[in-house]
Nanobody, 130 residues
Framework: QVQLVESGGGSVQAGGSLRLSCAASGNIYSSLCMGWFRQAPGKEREGVARIYFPTPHIVYADSVKGRFTISRDGANNPLYLQMGSLKPEATAMYYC???????????????????????WGRGTQVTVSS
């Protein structure tokens, strides 16, 4: 099992930037994928970005392509989500997740993608004002 702790959320004006961090501990080498998901009030959880480590292979939601970057510089370092040109619709709780399941690769950021992750952080709130 992997323990995940997110940080870096906050309030920012539209057009601004934030960098989210996800510190992992425990059996970190077992993870095939790590990703960022978000959930706004009254909306379903959606995948934002995912990295599949063996290749590596990265995917982004269409809504964040070109503005967000997911990265991790080695298994012993945090997972990051650099968010730029933020829009009010990015307001949500952001969750870091890790998966040991091969399905996390093919599942990418599909609506069922979250089902393939077996470790979740508690989330960090991002609020973007217009």
């Amino acid at each position: 099992q992997v323990q995940l702790v997110e940080s870096g959320g906050g309030s920012v004006q539209a057009g601004g930037s934030l960098r989210l961090s996800c510190a992992a501990s425990g059996n970190i080498y077992s993870s095939l994928c790590m990703g960022w998901f978000r959930q706004a009030p009254g909306k379903e959880r959606e995948g934002v970005a995912r990295i599949y480590f063996p290749t590596p292979h990265i995917v982004y939601a269409d809504s964040v392509k070109g503005r967000f970057t997911i990265s991790r510089d080695g298994a012993n370092n945090p997972l990051y989500l650099q968010m730029g040109s933020l829009k009010p619709e990015a307001t949500a709780m952001y969750y870091c997740a890790a998966s040991t399941r091969v399905a996390c690769y093919s599942g990418a950021l599909s609506t069922r993608a979250g089902n393939y992750y077996n470790s979740w952080g508690r989330g960090t709130q991002v609020t973007v004002s217009s």
